[in-house]
């Protein structure tokens, strides 16, 4: 080439070497070297020159010439020329393999980054051999610090043993083994499963997978298994909400564990359970939390909307979530999550937990969580269903005792406290109370109570005028307290305060549009009335009005009744007196035979009805001498045969007399058969021994020792020894022997005095 214009246009073509003599006409072998170089051309250069000194040589080296040779040794071209072309042939192979490697590194980098394994090569003896880059979050320490050193430095002992044992058995094998383990790493646990294969005759390939996830959702699947199992037996809202917790606490974080069902009247949470730190906390100190966006409880009322669950970490959100209605702790948490329970396509009710540690709650957990917790609803709804059965048929039984108790004609005590006893057991209330309703004086006034602690309730009467209770009355309608007697300080006053009241409820007793009374209700707790709780008091205040109703129709009556008695009762001393008057030496007889025949009948364990019977029968014992001729009657001298005829048959006459009168045919054994004697003697049907009633049989003896011991217009009377020894000589003639001990007795303890 002449110049470097020509050489750089011979340089457009590919060549496989150049040979440049060192000295050309217009530019330099080195420059041509320069030039070969720069355009980045990488074929041999060999320089050829007649004189070229040691240094230019050298130069001409560093600068990328392949060799040089003098003119004078041109033998040497031929094998120089072969070797510059094998060694570019070399160095081509070289590049091709470098980039070959270079691409399968590349792809090694990719798919280590790629993998989710960490792979490792161990000795037979548990000594990291070799650690691909992947995941050094999952290893023990940093890779430098593990290579070359034993598994038993890091792992426990006993964990160590039984993987070394894990890698000798493979080795002797020959067989990949998979294994699962826990390791403790970054003070978390994380669980991997490993595949252990054999890589050469004293190592083994180890590709181990973080699987705690895995681990996690089974053991989910595993608790929530055995929630469900434990769940199922059970029928009471607090042991399911317990039970449902203390299988929660081992997955996920509920220092706070709360369950609020819906309450649809008012639409409101009533809180059903509630735990802080494993301690059950008394719900029925909560308030119902009404379900309204512009109060606290408002993030509740968002998730049962939304029928979705929701995680909020701000105080604020927190305080208005259940916890919110716990002043002293809710502002030591920090996380909190809300659930809804839906059981058959419909919310009924929330679960919220709450952590004091921050993001303790995660989207991912919410889905496992909402499983959980519709479990929890549903368990809860089966047990609500099984305590509504059971509570109808609590009700039912409450109704036939307290109808029982109607029927069995109880006295009105006896009936109200078996009303009140079914009202406070099945209403659960601590205190109840009849008040009844006095038409009179319009007022209501106590009847009856349970539960009470002091007596203030049985002052009670309350005026339709000037009482708030009578809104009750008024209204005809249930009421609360806070309706009808506004502040509880109402029951802090004078002797209300001893009993604890701090709720109250009233329902007015109706019948046929009259009213009746009230049935006040009182709690010393919270108090929650759903609607079957209204329903059941609503009945049962039915039948307490009919209770009512029907014991002041029997008092009544019994007033009606002891009146009519009495006014008989009079009638009967009137006619008694009526005799003594007629027959003037009886006067005074039927009082005085009267009280003995009474001691006797007392004494011989009569009953207070059968001696009712015997005190008229006494009264009434010559009744039928009203048939008997004054004449006859009044008569000084002794009668003749056909006078006693006429005056023996006033017992007859008595019988005919008062046996049509129902109210004295109990009555008739006196008048009837006082005259009959115990040998069978007597008169009018000559009846003998037990033959003779009981009651005439002692009228019998007190009639002849009062009349012996009475003074008579035709005799004075005897004394007592003589009258007792006729007495003792008439046993078992004319008297019952058995009385006549009796009727001794009682004289000589002066019971018949």
């Known amino acids: 080439m002449e110049t470097e214009a020509d050489y750089l246009q011979a340089l457009e073509q590919p060549y496989d070497l150049i040979l440049s003599d060192w000295s050309l006409p217009q530019f330099s072998g080195l420059r041509a070297l320069q030039i070969t170089r720069e355009r980045g051309l990488d074929c041999p250069f060999i320089i050829i020159s007649g004189s070229i000194g040691e240094e230019a040589a050298v130069a001409a080296m560093r600068q990328g010439a392949y060799d040089y040779l003098l003119k004078d040794r041109l033998d040497r071209l031929g094998q120089a020329v072969k070797n510059a072309l094998e060694q570019k042939r070399i160095h081509e192979?070289?590049?091709?393999?470098?980039?070959?490697?270079?691409?399968?590194?590349?792809?090694?980098?990719?798919?280590?980054?790629?993998?989710?394994?960490?792979?490792?090569?161990l000795d037979r003896e548990g000594v990291y051999l070799k650690i691909a880059p992947t995941h050094p979050e999952l290893l023990l320490r940093p890779a430098e610090e593990l290579l070359g050193k034993r598994l038993d430095?890091?792992?426990?002992?006993?964990?160590?043993?039984?993987?070394?044992?894990?890698?000798?058995?493979?080795?002797?094998?020959?067989?990949?083994?998979?294994?699962?383990?826990?390791?403790?790493?970054?003070?978390?646990?994380?669980?991997?499963?490993?595949?252990?294969?054999?890589?050469?005759?004293?190592?083994?390939?180890?590709?181990?997978?973080?699987?705690?996830?895995?681990?996690?959702?089974?053991?989910?699947?595993?608790?929530?298994?055995?929630?469900?199992?434990?769940?199922?037996?059970l029928r009471d809202l607090t042991a399911i909400a317990r039970a449902a917790q203390r299988s929660l606490e081992p997955m996920i974080g509920c220092t706070y564990f709360a369950v609020a069902l819906i309450n649809h009247e008012p639409r409101a949470l009533q809180i059903v359970y509630a735990a802080l730190e494993g301690v059950e906390l008394d719900v029925r100190l909560y308030p119902l939390l009404e379900l309204d966006q512009n109060r606290p409880g408002?993030?509740?009322?968002?998730?049962?909307?939304?029928?979705?669950?929701?995680?909020?970490?701000?105080?604020?959100?927190?305080?208005?979530?259940?916890?919110?209605?716990?002043?002293?702790?809710?502002?030591?948490?920090?996380?909190?999550?809300?659930?809804?329970?839906?059981?058959?396509?419909?919310?009924?009710?929330?679960?919220?937990?709450?952590?004091p540690k921050e993001g303790e709650y995660t989207p991912e957990d919410l889905e496992w969580l909402s499983v959980a917790v519709n479990q929890i609803g549903l368990s809860i709804q089966n047990a609500m269903l099984f305590a509504r059965e059971q509570q109808r048929v609590s009700e039912l039984m409450a109704l036939q005792k307290i109808d029982s108790a109607v029927v069995a004609h109880l006295s009105p005590q006896q009936t109200l406290e078996i009303l009140l006893d079914q009202v406070v057991g099945t209403l659960r209330v601590d205190a109840a109370a009849i008040l009844r309703f006095n038409p009179a004086s319009r007022t209501l006034e106590y009847a009856y109570g349970r539960g009470f602690r002091t007596p203030a309730i049985e002052s009670t009467r309350l005026s339709l005028e000037d009482d708030l209770t009578m809104q009750t009355v008024l209204r005809r309608r249930i009421l609360h307290g806070r309706e009808l007697r506004g502040e509880t300080d109402f029951f802090k006053q004078g002797a209300w305060g001893g009993e604890g009241f701090n709720s109250y409820l009233a329902v007015p007793l109706v019948s046929d549009a009259r009213l009746i009374g009230v049935c006040e209700l009182y709690h010393r707790v919270g108090f929650y009335a759903?609607?079957?709780?209204?329903?059941?008091?609503?009945?049962?205040?039915?039948?307490?009005?009919?209770?009512?109703?029907?014991?002041?129709?029997?008092?009544?009556?019994?007033?009606?009744?002891?009146?009519?008695?009495?006014?008989?009762?009079?009638?009967?001393?009137?006619?008694?007196?009526?005799?003594?008057?007629?027959?003037?030496?009886?006067?005074?007889?039927?009082?005085?035979?009267?009280?003995?025949?009474?001691?006797?009948?007392?004494?011989?364990?009569?009953?207070?009805?059968?001696?009712?019977?015997?005190?008229?029968?006494?009264?009434?014992?010559?009744?039928?001498?009203?048939?008997?001729?004054?004449?006859?009657?009044?008569?000084?001298?002794?009668?003749?045969?056909?006078?006693?005829?006429?005056?023996?048959?006033?017992?007859?006459?008595?019988?005919?007399?008062?046996?049509?009168?129902?109210?004295?045919?109990?009555?008739?054994?006196?008048?009837?058969?006082?005259?009959?004697?115990?040998?069978?003697?007597?008169?009018?049907?000559?009846?003998?021994?037990?033959?003779?009633?009981?009651?005439?049989?002692?009228?019998?003896?007190?009639?002849?020792?009062?009349?012996?011991?009475?003074?008579?217009?035709?005799?004075?009377?005897?004394?007592?020894?003589?009258?007792?020894?006729?007495?003792?000589?008439?046993?078992?003639?004319?008297?019952?022997?058995?009385?006549?001990?009796?009727?001794?007795?009682?004289?000589?303890?002066?019971?018949?005095?």
């Not at 180890?206 to 929630?227: C, F, G, H, P, Y």
């Not at 046996?659 to 109990?666: G, T, V």
Request: hydrophobic share 40%; glycine share 4%.
């Open 93 to 121: 192979e070289y590049q091709k393999t470098s980039r070959a490697l270079e691409a399968s590194e590349a792809e090694l980098r990719a798919l280590f980054a790629a993998m989710r394994d960490v792979v490792l090569v």
């Open 153 to 233: 430095e890091f792992c426990p002992p006993e964990q160590a043993r039984s993987l070394v044992q894990t890698i000798r058995r493979v080795l002797e094998t020959r067989k990949t083994e998979i294994i699962e383990y826990e390791l403790t790493i970054g003070g978390r646990s994380i669980w991997f499963e490993t595949a252990v294969s054999p890589m050469t005759a004293e190592s083994v390939i180890w590709v181990a997978r973080d699987i705690s996830e895995r681990k996690r959702s089974m053991r989910r699947q595993e608790a929530l298994a055995a929630m469900g199992r434990d769940l199922a037996s």
């Open 298 to 355: 408002s993030i509740c009322a968002q998730v049962i909307e939304a029928r979705k669950p929701l995680i909020f970490n701000d105080p604020v959100s927190i305080q208005n979530g259940l916890i919110g209605l716990l002043n002293s702790r809710g502002e030591e948490m920090r996380s909190a999550c809300c659930l809804p329970m839906v059981a058959e396509e419909r919310v009924v009710g929330l679960v919220e937990l709450q952590s």
């Open 530 to 753: 759903d609607a079957d709780w209204l329903r059941m008091l609503e009945t049962l205040a039915g039948q307490a009005a009919l209770v009512v109703e029907h014991l002041q129709i029997f008092q009544d009556l019994q007033r009606l009744n002891a009146e009519l008695l009495k006014a008989y009762d009079d009638t009967i001393a009137g006619w008694s007196q009526a005799m003594d008057l007629r027959d003037k030496e009886t006067e005074n007889h039927t009082r005085r035979v009267t009280e003995l025949t009474v001691r006797l009948a007392r004494e011989l364990g009569m009953s207070e009805e059968q001696i009712r019977h015997v005190r008229r029968g006494a009264l009434l014992h010559d009744i039928g001498k009203l048939g008997v001729p004054d004449a006859i009657l009044s008569k000084v001298d002794a009668l003749t045969a056909e006078e006693w005829e006429i005056m023996r048959r006033h017992p007859q006459m008595a019988y005919e007399m008062l046996s049509p009168i129902e109210y004295l045919r109990a009555a008739l054994d006196i008048p009837y058969c006082h005259h009959e004697k115990w040998d069978g003697s007597g008169y009018p049907r000559g009846l003998k021994g037990e033959e003779i009633p009981l009651a005439a049989r002692m009228f019998a003896l007190a009639d002849v020792y009062d009349a012996l011991t009475s003074d008579r217009p035709y005799r004075k009377a005897w004394s007592r020894a003589r009258a007792l020894n006729y007495l003792r000589e008439q046993a078992g003639k004319h008297f019952d022997p058995n009385l006549v001990e009796v009727f001794f007795s009682l004289l000589q303890t002066g019971e018949l005095e």
